[in-house]
């Protein structure tokens, strides 16, 4: 335990760049503590340690690795430059769309809501889902028709949507990123950081409908004729890593690869943030890297320091 005399000192080491690799930690804004006991247990205060190791070396641009379960930073590389992340910020539009609640409720798809490229589920106009049959396909198939069909229902319109967006990252201290829409696809302006995903990708992992979701390598998606068709999840980590439960996958030609992927393995939990790659090892990287980062997280539950 550090001594109290420390603390303002570790303070200040929290603040500094991440490219430093000073271990930093991410903590939960006090509202999402329930959430968080939920899904981990008990908070306990964590002492921030004050060295670690590079980690082993990937190709993306801009990656941030960190102990889930605390926030503690464990490696990264460029994780406050601004850049486009493409459909991991479909985590964000996932968390919006959670924060309205009512799962059940039925939604219309309309004509505007199906005239988006290029991955699409095929919604027709005037076919009816509930909010959570969406939710699953939009997640598991990184589906943009779907994702401005839950942005519509949620806020009338995609910029009002988008703000929300904006306003729910901001509420988790995410000062470097803005959101244009809900599905990733290259905008003016709209970027994040390796960072502002991490933040974000915590609160999401601590989400029980979000974790159920991701885990999956397929979701039986019952369209509205009845047909019944099966959705394979668009991260390949599931079944090549048996560690792996979860995230989000994207790619654009502006953003490059973007993965952001979970692992859980003897009580250790960690996420890793990879964006900017730019070759296919990205799945590759991802399993070196997480695997390197279970052997070296706490495996205790808490709340990190501020950073």
Not at 86 to 106: F, W
Not at 223 to 228: E, K, V, Y
Not at 240 to 246: A, I, K, L, V
């Amino acid at each position: 335990m550090l001594k109290p005399i420390f603390t303002t000192f570790t303070a200040a080491l929290l603040l500094c760049s991440c490219e430093t690799h000073v271990p930093r930690a991410i903590p939960l804004p006090a509202r999402e503590a329930p959430i968080h006991q939920q899904a981990f247990g008990s908070a306990l205060d964590v002492d921030p340690m004050f060295a670690v190791s590079p980690g082993p070396p990937i190709r993306a641009a801009a990656y941030l690795l960190l102990d889930a379960r605390t926030g503690q930073h464990l490696a990264s590389r460029n994780a406050e430059t601004p850049r486009a992340v493409a459909s991991t910020q479909k985590l964000v539009t996932a968390l919006v769309v959670l924060d309205a609640g009512n799962l059940d409720k039925p939604v219309r798809v309309t004509a505007s809501d199906v005239n988006v490229e290029p991955t699409r589920l095929g919604l027709r106009p005037g076919e009816v889902y509930t909010r959570r049959t969406l939710l699953y396909a939009f997640l598991v198939k990184s589906a943009n028709d779907v994702a401005n069909v839950l942005a519509r229902d949620n806020a009338g319109s995609i910029p009002a949507f988008a703000a929300k967006m904006n306003a729910k990252a901001r509420s988790l201290g995410c000062t470097n990123s803005y959101f244009v829409n809900p599905h990733g696809l290259t905008a003016p302006l709209q970027r994040s950081t390796a960072r502002d995903m991490a933040r974000m990708a915590m609160v999401a992992y601590r989400d029980p409908t979000i974790r159920d979701i991701v885990r999956r390598k397929y979701y039986a998606f019952r369209r509205a004729d009845g047909r019944t068709v099966t959705l394979q999840n668009t991260n390949d980590l599931l079944g090549r890593m048996p560690e792996c439960n979860g995230m989000k996958t994207g790619y654009t030609v502006a953003s490059g690869r973007c993965l952001i992927s979970t692992a859980a393995s003897g009580g250790k939990d960690v996420i890793l943030v990879q964006l900017g790659t730019k070759t296919k090892y990205i799945w590759d990287d991802a399993r070196v890297m997480m695997n390197w980062g279970l052997q070296r997280a706490q495996g205790r539950f808490g709340l990190a320091a501020r950073w």
